[in-house]
Nanobody, 113 residues
Framework: QVQLVESGGGLVQPGGSLRLSCVVSGSRFSINNYAMGWYRQAPGKQRELVAAIARGGSTTYADSVRGRFTISRDSAAKTVYLQMNSLKPEDTAVYYC?????WGQGTQVTVSS
């Protein structure tokens, strides 16, 4: 059974940075065989795609985070990362990683002074 576990969330001031990690276990294949994504959901809002990385390595970002966030992966570690810089209060949300039909439990990111 595939499991995804996120970590790295926390409380940060506006303008600060965080790096989220998503460790994949139980997969028969390299994570490079899958498209993977980071999503977020704030209270009262719909879950939205923040960043995605395709099997071939191309990346996609929501307009709201482009230039500030970077998605990357380490196939040896079976880990996908989301580097978040220049954080804004509107980035506050629970962040989830996804691979195919598997989801992590989420990690809380709070941006506040």
């Amino acid at each position: 059974q595939v499991q995804l576990v996120e970590s790295g969330g926390g409380l940060v001031q506006p303008g600060g940075s965080l790096r989220l990690s998503c460790v994949v276990s139980g997969s028969r294949f390299s994570i490079n065989n899958y498209a993977m994504g980071w999503y977020r959901q704030a209270p009262g809002k719909q879950r939205e795609l923040v960043a995605a990385i395709a099997r071939g390595g191309s990346t996609t970002y929501a307009d709201s985070v482009r230039g500030r966030f970077t998605i990357s992966r380490d196939s040896a570690a079976k880990t996908v990362y989301l580097q978040m810089n220049s954080l804004k209060p509107e980035d506050t949300a629970v962040y989830y990683c996804n691979m195919y039909e598997s989801w992590g439990q989420g990690t809380q990111v709070t941006v506040s002074s």
